[in-house]
């Protein structure tokens, strides 16, 4: 199956909107980051690849561990975060000494979908200080 770029994002922008929500999926009544790319994933994929277990807001800390990198290079291809279209999806270190725990979908060259803390999910400028802060981009299963 393939799918275009302008489809996935096509797609994450219906999920503008969505509050936030930790550990949700759900289009319309909750996400967080995560939750958000799950969801474009199951429209575009069928099934997750996997269970999701329960994680707290400070899992990455808590672990010490790589564990959102280390899911997304299970499951998405991996590529150099200075070659990420629209479609692919941004992984993020909030700090540049901590593990990576955020995620987006490149809507444009200067705009990403993403959900955070205290507001919706949006799309926003992608600028300086979150390229300064992408530790890896990926590409979805089927896309072109």
Not at 29 to 49: F, H, I, K, Q, S
Not at 61 to 84: C, F, I, S, V, Y
Request: hydrophobic share 40%; with cysteine; aromatic share 6%.
């Amino acid at each position: 199956m393939s799918v275009s770029r302008a489809r996935v994002v096509e797609i994450a922008r219906e999920w503008i909107g969505t509050p936030y929500h930790h550990q949700a999926s759900l289009k319309g009544a909750g996400c967080d980051c995560l939750g958000l790319v799950r969801g474009v994933y199951r429209e575009l994929c069928g099934v997750e690849p996997e269970p999701m277990p329960p994680y707290t807001p400070d899992w990455a800390e808590g672990k010490a561990a790589e564990t959102l990198l280390l899911g997304a290079r299970r499951h998405l291809r991996e590529q150099n975060p200075q070659a990420a279209r629209q479609g692919d999806i941004l992984v993020f270190r909030l700090k540049e000494v901590t593990m990576a725990k955020h995620m987006a979908i490149l809507a444009t060259k200067g705009t990403m979908i993403h959900a955070m803390e205290h507001g919706p999910a949006c799309e926003v400028h992608y600028g300086n200080w979150w390229r300064r802060h992408c530790a890896a981009s990926f590409i979805l299963p089927g896309v072109e």
